[in-house]
């Protein structure tokens, strides 16, 4: 069993502000993973932000590039999503995500809200 636990969110932030979101994986799970942060506006499907294999390499959605960034401490297991110059479409629920031999677990969610 995989546990994932989000911290970071639940705030309010002003347009063009930065937060910075991190997900701590524990449990039983072992070799090659990949972690990464998805996001579900009010309405809308859940939606790739961001992954990270366990080589570092990563992958952005379009509307994210340049302005967010994640990264991973490999002897935490944890994984970390700075966001630079938010804007308010980046209001969504962020729910972090572990993939590893052909399983897949999330976090709880961690709402983050962008307005003036």
């Known amino acids: 069993q995989v546990q994932l636990v989000e911290s970071g969110g639940g705030l309010l932030v002003q347009p063009g502000g930065s937060l910075r979101l991190s997900c701590s994986a524990s449990?039983?799970?072992?070799?090659?993973?990949?972690m990464g942060w998805y996001r579900q506006a009010p309405g809308k499907q859940r939606d790739l932000v961001a992954t990270?294999?366990?080589?570092?390499?990563?992958v952005y959605a379009d509307s994210v590039k340049g302005r967010f960034t994640i990264s991973r401490d490999n002897a935490k297991n944890t994984v970390y999503l700075q966001m630079n110059s938010l804007k308010p479409e980046d209001t969504a629920v962020y729910y972090c995500?572990?993939?590893?031999?052909?399983?897949?677990?999330w976090g709880q969610g961690s709402q983050v809200t962008v307005s003036s």
């Open positions: 449990g039983s799970f072992f070799g090659i993973y990949t």
């Open positions: 995500n572990l993939r590893v031999a052909g399983s897949e677990y």
């Open positions: 990270i294999s366990s080589r570092s390499s990563t």
